[in-house]
Antibody, heavy 118, light 107 residues
Framework: EVQLLESGGGLVQPGGSLRLSCAAS????????MSWVRQAPGKGLEWVST????????YYADSVKGRFTISRDNSKNTLYVQMNSLRGEDTAVYYC???????????WGQGTLVTVSS | EIVLTQSPGTLSLSPGERATLSCRAS???????LAWYQQKPGQAPRLLIY???SRATGIPDRFSGSGSGTDFTLTISRLEPEDFAVYYC????????FGQGTKVEIK
């Protein structure tokens, strides 16, 4: 059974940093691209970033480019996103999702809430 | 970048009725990289349809997808109580984007 478990969300001040993690199980992690998708309160879904299975390829939405860094540790079956220079508009539930970039997101975690506020 | 526009914004229907949801792209979507997701309150999205018309694993056959190029449709043939939710389309090629969603509510 595929499982994705996010962690690391919380309250952070504007301009601050946060790192989210996603522990994956139930599939061959290193063979699959992984993505982050977010959803602001009461709003729709927004793709944030995708990383290839090897980690060599990374892709970002314009809204986070230069501030967020996606990475992965295939030895630990874990996906990360380092979020710097956080803004109020980054407040959202952040979902870890399997696949992306020429493949649909066939599995999703339950999400972790990031709140950017002073 | 491709912009996806979903219509209608809200669809009010009764159980047993047919639901037809539209997703229109600002440019042609290559390789039919178009997916549909269902999201219920407080839950993560669930993949329903990929490749414009292929059902994901475990999805009932009352859900069907069609279309190509710039115009795509999700059809729910007979609404069940558990189908009332928000539905999103997504193009998952380069620079993935989601539509703004269609809420299917009980009339």
């Amino acid at each position: 059974e595929v499982q994705l478990l996010e962690s690391g969300g919380g309250l952070v001040q504007p301009g601050g940093s946060l790192r989210l993690s996603c522990a994956a199980s139930g599939f061959t992690f290193s063979n699959n691209a992984m993505s982050w998708v977010r959803q602001a309160p009461g709003k729709g879904l927004e793709w944030v970033s995708t990383i290839s299975g090897s980690g060599a390829g990374t892709y970002y939405a314009d809204s986070v480019k230069g501030r967020f860094t996606i990475s992965r540790d295939n030895s630990k079956n874990t996906l990360y996103v380092q979020m710097n220079s956080l803004r109020g508009e980054d407040t959202a539930v952040y979902y870890c999702a399997k696949s992306g970039y020429s493949r649909p997101h066939d599995y999703w975690g339950q999400g972790t809430l990031v709140t950017v506020s002073s | 970048e491709i912009v996806l526009t979903q219509s209608p914004g809200t669809l009010s229907l009764s159980p047993g009725e047919r639901a037809t949801l539209s997703c229109r792209a600002s440019q042609s979507i290559s390789n039919s990289y178009l997916a549909w997701y269902q999201q219920k309150p407080g839950q993560a999205p669930r993949l329903l349809i990929y490749g414009a018309s292929s059902r994901a694993t475990g999805i009932p056959d009352r859900f069907s997808g069609s279309g190509s190029g710039t115009d795509f449709t999700l059809t729910i043939s007979r609404l069940e109580p558990e189908d009332f939710a928000v539905y999103y389309c997504q193009q998952y090629g380069s620079s993935p984007r989601f539509g703004q969603g269609t809420k299917v509510e009980i009339k």
